[in-house]
């Protein structure tokens, strides 16, 4: 699954019991939210299973403030 606008991207995919977070570029609250209401439905089928998230940042630039305080906001749920 991708999420992509002018100056970023996500791609989200699930290997197994793992879902990896790949970003790029300059990421905006627009695309968090996105990628927040997709892990929602990536996890749904693990039902109370063990399962693990891997985020690979490697090429992101920049994040908005925004997009960070939507990333604080997420990892706290």
Same mark, same amino acid.
């Given at each position: 699954?991708?999420? =992509?606008?002018? #100056?970023? *991207?996500? /791609?989200?995919? *699930?290997? %197994? @019991?793992?879902?990896?977070? %790949?970003? %790029?570029?300059?990421?905006?609250?627009?695309? /968090? &939210?996105?990628? @927040?209401?997709?892990?929602?439905? %990536?996890? =749904?089928?693990? !039902?109370?299973?063990?399962?693990? #998230?891997? @985020?690979? @940042? #490697?090429?992101? &630039?920049? !994040?908005?403030?925004? !997009?960070?305080?939507?990333?604080?906001?997420?990892?706290? =749920?």
């Amino acid at each position: 699954m991708e999420f =992509k606008n002018k #100056y970023g *991207r996500i /791609v989200l995919e *699930r290997d %197994h @019991s793992i879902i990896i977070g %790949h970003f %790029h570029g300059n990421i905006n609250a627009n695309l /968090v &939210c996105q990628f @927040s209401n997709s892990i929602f439905e %990536h996890i =749904k089928p693990f !039902a109370g299973r063990p399962w693990a #998230y891997i @985020s690979n @940042s #490697y090429t992101a &630039c920049a !994040a908005t403030p925004e !997009a960070e305080e939507q990333f604080t906001h997420l990892a706290n =749920k």
